[in-house]
């Protein structure tokens, strides 16, 4: 999660004074929930198309949080124990972490990873530019551990007691998954750490589906993001020096970012259905916000408009093998030649 003043959480959660007093009502405890689902739906995605990517995190289900990033430490009193720095926000079940016996609010000592121990302090470089930096060592760390088939030797307090554990991270493809505490209906990825960013807004907005498919339809917003990295997009826009400024929704900038949003959309038909995910979700997602938000960002000159998104989702849908492959991901058309030339 993103850098957070307790004020602007409850504003974003529409907690009282009086709720937020209680531990179990503290909008914090509402924010490492949706946290916790955002990191389940991301390891999901990611796991299982782990065979379709060139790129590889380990994977380990958890997901951590830094001391660092809270502003009011007051605030968080009573809520996080924080025993070391760095603390487990959440275990996504079924996972690494989950297996080892890791729960939240275990707090990190030690890392171990063949013969080196590396404490916690030692990651604290820089924490004062970038108060995630500290976590994005810890996993690459992890995906180093990976790569040589390595386990994870953790050592962690738990309320005062020391425990360890190991651990083997899981192939995944590359993205780390965050919840930002920003305002907007906006989601975005990239960058050298592979990050998948939701804010806060758009998780809630897809979360709220009346019919009960709000999972899916998160999902659907975390596989598109995730698409984006997997097809190398941050890298082959900058590779033709594209204008992200005011312009960037005319002229060849539009075409260009257009080009991708559609490869993202189709890509993300596959990544959801290879992970269990019914990819109508992303239809009914795109045609909710479309109808109820059709001229927002999403919409602008670098995005196609909803009903044209959502034909190209339903065509994409379409071309699914008829009979699921279990245990096999599906590989979809689009990364079985290469990638057209953004002109």
């Known amino acids: 999660m993103r850098l957070i003043a307790l004020a602007f959480i409850c504003f974003a959660l529409l907690c009282s004074p009086v709720a937020a007093s209680a531990q179990d009502a503290s909008p914090y405890r509402k924010l490492q929930a949706l946290d916790g689902q955002l990191a389940t739906i991301g390891y999901r995605l990611a796991t299982a198309n782990a065979p379709l990517c060139d790129r590889l995190d380990g994977a380990t289900g958890l997901q951590?949080?830094?001391?660092?990033?809270?502003?009011?430490?007051?605030?968080?009193?009573?809520?996080?124990?924080?025993?070391?720095?760095?603390?487990?926000?959440?275990?996504?079940?079924?996972?690494p972490g989950q297996a080892a016996g890791i729960a939240p609010g275990d707090a990190l000592a030690t890392i171990g990873?063949?013969?080196?121990?590396?404490?916690?302090?030692a990651f604290a470089d820089g924490l004062e530019e970038d108060p995630y930096s500290r976590i994005q060592r810890i996993a690459d760390l992890f995906a180093t551990a990976r790569a040589a088939g390595a386990s994870i030797r953790l050592e962690l307090l738990r309320a005062g007691q020391p425990l360890s554990?190991?651990?083997?991270?899981?192939?995944?493809?590359?993205g780390r998954f965050q919840l930002l505490i920003k305002d907007g209906l906006d989601a975005g990825g990239g960058g050298s750490a592979q990050m998948v960013n939701v804010n806060l807004p758009l998780v809630q907005y897809a979360l709220e589906d009346?019919?009960?498919n709000g999972e899916g339809e998160l999902a659907a917003v975390v596989a598109h993001e995730l698409a984006h990295n997997i097809l190398h997009h941050h890298e082959r826009l900058n590779a033709v020096d594209i204008d992200r400024g005011p312009l960037r929704g005319f002229g060849k900038n539009g075409r260009r970012i257009r080009a991708t949003e559609e490869e993202a959309d189709r890509l993300s038909v596959w990544l959801l259905a290879n992970a269990g995910y019914d990819p109508a979700g992303a239809v009914r997602f795109w045609t909710r916000f479309g109808k109820e938000h059709g001229q927002g960002l999403f919409t602008e000159g670098t995005h196609y408009r909803w009903q044209k998104r959502v034909a190209q989702i339903e065509e994409e849908i379409a071309a699914l093998p008829s009979a699921?492959?279990?245990g096999i991901a599906r590989v979809p058309p689009i990364l079985t030649h290469p990638l057209p030339p953004l002109e």
């Open 324 to 326: 699921e492959t279990r």
């Open 64 to 95: 951590l949080h830094d001391i660092a990033q809270y502003r009011d430490r007051a605030a968080i009193d009573g809520v996080f124990a924080f025993e070391s720095p760095v603390e487990v926000e959440a275990v996504v079940p079924g996972s």
């Open 165 to 174: 554990f190991t651990l083997a991270p899981v192939p995944a493809c590359a």
């Open 210 to 212: 009346g019919g009960g």
């Open 113 to 121: 990873v063949g013969a080196a121990a590396t404490p916690i302090a």
